[in-house]
């Protein structure tokens, strides 16, 4: 079984910095995507970055040149390095992961999300 642990939330001022940690531990063989989302209160979860485990990374629009993805494929964990928050950027933000096990089976996988609130 693989669960996967985020730590990092947390309350930042505006213009102040956050670095979200997601990582998988269990019966990994090989994760493909790694991801995180977030949703805000009254809306619908959204992607803010995705990376492939060849290092191709897909960021929103919305948080472009402010947030940053990054993964070690050892260590099964990714990041999401926020500068520049702004209060909109307040959300629970959630890891998902493309996982295969052992046995060969896929998988996706969210953690249990970390709340983000940026005052203003």
């Known amino acids: 079984q693989v669960q996967l642990v985020e730590s990092g939330g947390g309350l930042v001022q505006a213009g102040g910095s956050l670095r979200l940690s997601c990582a998988a531990s269990g019966s990994i063989f090989r994760i493909t995507t790694m991801a995180w989302y977030r949703q805000a209160p009254g809306k619908q979860r959204e992607p803010v970055a995705v990376?492939?485990?060849?290092?191709?990374?897909n960021i929103a629009d919305s948080v472009k040149g402010r947030f940053a993805i990054s993964r070690d494929n050892v260590k099964n964990t990714v990041w999401l390095q926020m500068n520049s928050l702004k209060s909109d950027d307040t959300a629970v933000y959630y890891c998902?992961?493309?996982?295969?096990?052992?046995?060969?089976?896929?998988?996706?996988?969210w953690g249990q999300g970390t709340q983000v609130t940026v005052s203003s």
């Open positions: 990376m492939t485990s060849a290092g191709i990374t």
């Open positions: 998902n992961m493309e996982i295969i096990s052992w046995d060969r089976l896929k998988s996706s996988l």
